[in-house]
């Protein structure tokens, strides 16, 4: 008779029957997943909470995010990170970045057999969501993946539907001797939304009624049905290295040569057949807009890193980087002559160090524009500990100085007001924070994060024509937030929860955030049929005072700041059934479904309204060849 053990390894395709020899399937720490900072964890097809909270479109734990509508569309952020590294400026439209794919999302794997991951989650009327994923080592140091997220959602209301794809593929190859080693990608990006300005004003109102022929969101009016936005991308990324001198049993010193190459190319595009004048001002066109903003860059960074058993890891790095953004013309109006493109060249000099002692762990980096016509310099600093098996403790200092997104320096549109040119005007945003943060199984996870600023950019409305425009403050702006996480146990039943507290000073009319965020999730967890099944049920709370949601805005795909609106104030319910067969992970889950009985205040946040209740399916299936 076959053992439960000999069924699931058959289902993998790692057992045989008969007389045959049982294939042994290779022990799960053997598939790594390693990031381009060569941080290495393992695949898991557990079941936790934190799986369920990740069940997502962007597969990552939203707590600080509240969704759009419709899958596949922006966020609005209940939290701010102002952890930014850079000291160039990046390209805007970041209201439509969230599912875009930077260098640091990208993986790269090792693993001994092939492996396969699909994701999928059904979505709002006429489309799915899916993920799929495989990877495969051709020989012990040559590994690939290949992969593609796709979505397409209709949405419950009109003219908003989504349609994204996200294309991946990596190498991570080591040559025999170990000494070179190679991680490259290429990642082909395309987020495609269309755009309906938000519901009219009476919209609105047959949106907060009672009246039961507005459940059908599809019949409510919204400002226009004629415009569809898309960011696309492509990026090209080499990271390799060679030893020079190799640490072995004779050296304890280690010399590394390194290169990294990052070649991309982006552009954000606002189409619209007729202009939308009483919401986004007059226009050059009377039909046809197709407002186009690209960005091409070219970096390449060289390395070199000298490593102690006793001194630690130390390196120095140049860096020289190619821009060119902009558009095809010249703009000349009364008030001046708006360029179409910005381009250059820039150099830069860093340096960083790190090192691990008894528990202890220091690291820093540092960079500088030398050479170029952007000034900029970053500064991290950060000390760690492990205390035993119980906690790990960090604290860090980040001081930054960069310029503002490209789209803040220079825009153009067939809208009049969105035109501006301001890289002589601005001034480098300015970023120092004091940094904490604790983790424990034992006893709890907790962060906290003090940030001042200064020559803060942002979009808001002008008070004279109450038109959207970009503007710079010369306020000093502080910013405090904390987050606490502690799951509590009896037998079988959980509670998992996490609150965060923000406060701001001096930047209250720029900077809206609300002051309090809390998530409990009450849980049950069991094994059923003879531990063949493992099942999770339960319900999540989500709530966040009242505050000033900032508004999003089409045109320029960025959220602006608005004072007039406060939203919040009310739970968000989800209940959820999850369970796993072997490798599958299923989920099913009603969202917002106090949805029913709430006040519609809550969901109509500036322009856009926010989900209603729905049911979600979806399952998580991993396959080991």
């Known amino acids: 008779m076959k053992t439960e053990e000999d069924k699931e390894l058959e289902s993998q395709g790692l057992g045989n029957s008969g007389s045959r020899p049982r294939v042994e399937r290779p022990p799960i720490n053997l598939y790594k997943i390693i990031s381009v900072e060569n941080d290495t964890t393992l695949v898991d097809t557990s079941l936790t909470i934190k799986k ?20 596949g569309q922006s966020y609005n952020s209940l939290m701010r990170d102002f952890s930014n590294s850079q000291i160039l400026p990046v390209f805007g439209a970041r209201a439509r970045h969230f599912n875009y794919m930077e260098v640091d999302d990208i993986y790269y794997y090792n693993v001994p057999t092939p492996l396969t991951e699909l994701y999928y989650k059904s979505v709002f009327q006429q489309g799915q969501n899916l993920d799929a994923f495989f990877t495969m080592n051709k020989s012990k140091r040559f590994n690939f993946s290949i992969a593609y997220k796709g979505l397409r959602s209709l949405g419950n209301y009109q003219n908003i539907l989504t349609s994204t794809g996200n294309f991946r593929f990596t190498v991570n190859y080591q040559n025999k001797s170990g000494r070179y080693d190679l991680k490259a990608h290429y990642v082909a990006q395309d987020l495609l939304n269309q755009e309906n300005g938000g519901l009219t004003e009476q919209g609105l109102i047959n949106f907060r009624s009672d009246d039961s022929q507005f459940d059908d969101r599809a019949v409510l009016s919204v400002n226009f ?3 569809e936005s898309i960011l696309d991308g ?31 190319t982006k552009f954000y595009k606002y189409d619209q057949t007729s202009p939308a004048t009483s919401l986004f001002g007059n226009s050059f066109v009377t039909q046809n807009i197709s407002d186009k903003t690209d960005l091409k860059t070219f970096d390449n960074t060289a390395y070199v890193a000298y490593t102690n058993n006793i001194l630690g890891r130390l390196s120095f790095q ?17 008030s001046g002559r708006i360029p179409n493109q910005i381009v250059g060249n820039n150099i830069a000099a860093g340096a960083s160090y790190k090192k691990e002692y008894k528990g202890f762990q220091l690291s820093g980096k540092a960079a500088l524009n030398v050479a170029g016509d952007f000034a900029g310099y970053n500064l991290d600093a950060e000390a760690g500990y492990a205390y035993k098996d119980k906690a790990t403790f960090t604290g860090g200092l980040h001081i930054n100085a960069s310029p503002a997104n490209y789209n803040h320096l220079l825009y153009q549109s067939s809208y009049e007001n969105y035109n501006w040119y301001n890289l002589e005007a601005y001034q480098t945003v300015k970023t120092q924070s004091l940094d904490f943060n604790m ?6 996870n907790a962060s906290v994060s003090l940030v001042n600023m200064s020559d803060y950019a942002y979009f808001g409305r002008s008070t004279q024509d109450t038109l959207v425009q970009s503007f710079q403050t010369g306020d000093n702006i502080t910013y405090l937030k904390a987050k606490v996480n502690k ?26 955030v609300p002051e309090f965020i809390t998530r409990n999730t009450l849980y049950f967890s069991d094994e059923w049929f003879k531990k063949a099944l493992f099942i999770q049920t339960g319900l999540s709370l989500k709530y966040f005072t009242s505050y000033a949601m900032d508004a999003y805005d089409p045109v320029l795909a960025e959220f602006y700041v608005q004072n007039q609106e406060e ?7 989800d209940l959820f059934f999850n369970m796993k067969v072997r490798q599958t992970r299923i989920f099913f889950i009603g969202e917002h479904i106090n949805a029913l009985v709430a006040p519609n205040d809550y969901f109509s946040a500036p322009g856009y309204p926010y989900r209603d209740f729905t049911f979600r399916f979806g399952l998580v299936w991993n396959f080991f060849l």
């Open 52 to 71: 369920f909270y990740k069940f997502n479109y962007l597969r990552k734990d939203n707590f600080e995010l509240l969704p759009f509508s419709n899958e």
């Open 225 to 227: 049905e004629n415009a």
């Open 234 to 264: 492509s990026r090209f990324y080499l990271n390799h290295k060679y030893d020079l001198i190799r640490q072995d049993t004779l050296s304890k010193n280690r010399i590394e040569l390194g290169h990294i190459s990052n070649y991309e």
């Open 318 to 334: 140049i860096s020289h980087s190619y821009y060119k953004y902009g558009y095809n013309s010249v703009l000349i109006q009364e």
């Open 439 to 444: 983790k424990s199984d034992t006893w709890l």
């Open 487 to 512: 799951e509590f146990r009896l037998g079988k039943f959980a509670l998992d929860n996490t609150i965060a507290y923000q406060k701001v000073t001096g930047g209250e009319q720029y900077l809206n």
């Open 567 to 573: 939203i919040g104030d009310f739970p968000l319910i």
